[in-house]
């Protein structure tokens, strides 16, 4: 699960998140516009916790978020993937997937979560996975509805407000 192959996708890459990935993160973390919809901007400790949970996940888990790149250029388009929930959270795997401004609107977060899906159903084996999205992000919420995801309900993270939506395999 190191990397993951995206059928349809072959002008992207998808890897997992290193540690050398960390100044990526961090300029994500700093661009107003790649945050806005999913709890704002991030400072330095912010970028911290986010790498430490991350990369323990992938180190005790197996799986985690991937960093994804345009293949010829190397440009890094954004962040996707399955974690578990922090435990403070309660239980689950959910999808978390931001992609910066430049990717956004070409069709890279339906295919992504599709690719996820199939990971999560196939050599994951999960019966279920979720998604917490700000009310205001209406694209991503339209993504998840149209993959099948349903609201259940509402959770506070990073003092904001967020539908926690889920999605039951068959």
């Not at 999913?38 to 992938?58: P, Q, S």
């Not at 890279?108 to 917490?132: H, K, Q, W, Y």
């Not at 609201?151 to 939506?165: K, S």
């Amino acid at each position: 699960l190191m990397d993951l192959q995206l059928p349809g996708m072959d002008g992207l890459t998808a890897t997992r998140l290193t540690e050398a990935d960390r100044h990526l993160i961090a300029a994500m973390h700093q661009d107003a516009d790649a945050m806005a919809r999913i709890g704002g901007l991030r400072d330095e400790a912010g970028t911290e916790r986010y790498m430490a949970f991350n990369l323990r996940h992938w180190a005790e888990k197996g799986f985690g978020v991937y960093m994804l790149r345009d293949r010829a250029r190397g440009e890094f388009l954004g962040r996707a993937g399955l974690r578990h929930r922090p435990p403070a959270e309660g239980e689950g795997v959910e999808i978390v997937y931001a992609l910066l401004p430049v990717a956004q609107g070409r069709g890279l977060g339906p295919e992504f979560l599709v690719c996820l899906l199939g990971l999560a159903r196939g050599p994951l084996g999960l019966t279920s996975v979720m998604a917490l999205i700000e009310p205001e992000n209406t694209p991503s919420l339209r993504v998840a509805e149209r993959a099948g995801f349903q609201v259940t309900g509402e959770v506070v993270r990073t003092g904001r407000r967020h539908l926690e939506l889920t999605l039951a395999f068959p």
